[in-house]
């Protein structure tokens, strides 16, 4: 679905050109260069073939997590940017070595994290600072829902807790409770994400049905984030609840952004005034403007800012709004949600650990045939 969101996202923007694509299934390769326009020589069953026979400025990676690493790095090593999905990688170790050789090689690496393509973001500060919630407190949010939380925490986690930092800032530490069938979730629990009951992409070992975990913010705020494995992911639920002293804003959808104020020393129905919402227009400052209408042309409308600004960013040599640093920051907060879990232990971040905290602990908890005899 990204390869065709992101194509779409190029020829919408006039900066930019699409000029070659890559995949390794045939159908799939001259459907999607007929769809937008790239020559068939100019379409490559291989990533290598196409670095080395292509000018290209930038590489935008749009496979399932496992590949991002060894793209990223090979187009880093030619000198060619690169714009990736999310999550950034499967575990930090790898992460971490995205982010260090592009670095290295003088190249920019952004990820597309789109809620860092909204408006509602600046509508939001805008308001606190303002004073429409007095001095906030707590941070109340909840994921998509329609997965277990063990691939949501690899396949919309990041995009919740990289909003949590775009609005709070880093958290300091992090204690999650991980449960699966009503029981901890353990080491028993641990399967790939290939192997759950529902189709899923590929993200790697997954742990848990529901995890909830709190967070510990700068200045004594703190977060409560719950991936709920709600029946449904149908996008209402999704966002922040951010309290405050004289009220609560109300942040909801995981494209473009619904905020809501209700002015209460309290939250909820008593007492309490209604609901007000804040208009948010997510289609302004476009040129030319978005003519899609729906959720998708609100997601062409904020992956377009996020592409204009990494391409800023690189005629500038300046970091992009949302840069292969922030996507490891919320990458880590996924994998110390299972490292707390791991451990039964709050853990400070950032973390020491750069392996899968899964895989270490299936290996360490594994029975060998001689024991199981």
């Known amino acids: 679905m990204m390869g065709h969101s992101l194509a779409q996202t190029c020829i919408a923007e006039a900066s930019a050109s699409l000029v ?28 290598t073939s196409m670095l080395e026979r292509e000018k290209l400025d930038v590489v935008m990676v749009a496979t399932h997590t496992p590949l991002h690493h060894g793209a990223t790095l090979a187009a880093a090593d030619r000198g060619i940017h690169v714009f990736c999905e999310k999550p950034l990688a499967l575990s930090l170790g790898e992460a971490d070595e995205m982010v260090s050789r592009c670095a290295a090689a003088g190249v920019k690496l952004g990820v597309n994290h789109i809620k860092r393509g909204s408006r509602g973001n600046d509508v939001a500060r805008r308001l606190i600072g303002e004073g429409a919630i007095g001095t906030p407190y707590l941070y109340r949010g909840e994921g998509k829902g329609g997965r277990w939380a063990g691939s ?13 930092r775009i609005l709070a800032g880093d958290p300091q530490w992090l204690f999650a409770h991980i449960v699966q069938d009503g029981h901890p979730a353990g080491p028993a629990d641990v399967m790939h994400s290939l192997d759950l009951p529902y189709k899923e992409r590929d993200c790697g070992f997954v742990l848990g049905e529901r995890a909830y975990c709190g967070l510990g913010l700068p ?3 703190h977060a409560d984030i719950g991936f709920l494995s709600q029946p449904t992911g ?8 951010i309290c405050g002293t004289e009220g609560t804003l109300a942040l909801r959808r995981s494209v ?15 007492g309490a005034q209604p609901w007000e919402q804040i208009h948010v227009d997510e289609f302004a400052d ?11 042309g609100e997601r062409l409308a904020l992956q377009r800012r996020l592409l204009a600004d990494f391409l800023a960013a690189i005629r500038e040599d300046k970091e992009p709004v949302s840069s292969g640093q922030d996507a490891l920051r919320a990458l880590e907060l996924s994998m110390a949600v299972w490292t ?20 270490r602990w299936r290996e360490e908890t594994a029975v060998s045939p001689m024991e199981k005899q």
Do not use: K, N
């Not at 396949?155 to 909003?163: K, L, Q």
């Not at 476009?286 to 998708?296: A, F, N, R, S, Y």
């Open 152 to 164: 949501e925490l690899m396949e919309m986690g990041t995009h919740i807790f990289d909003w949590l």
């Open 286 to 296: 476009l040129e030319p403007p978005v003519t899609l209408g729906g959720i998708e």
């Open 340 to 359: 707390s879990q791991v451990t039964g232990q709050p853990v400070t971040l950032p973390l020491v650990e750069r392996g899968h905290p899964l895989e």
């Open 20 to 47: 070659a694509g890559c995949d390794v299934m045939p159908a799939a390769r001259q459907a999607w260069g007929s769809a937008y326009g790239v020559a068939d020589s100019s379409l490559y069953p291989d990533l």
């Open 234 to 241: 149908d996008d209402v639920g999704y966002g922040f609840d």
């Open 219 to 221: 200045g004594g705020i």
């Open 256 to 270: 473009g952004t619904d905020v809501f104020l209700q002015s209460s020393h309290h939250r909820g129905p008593l």
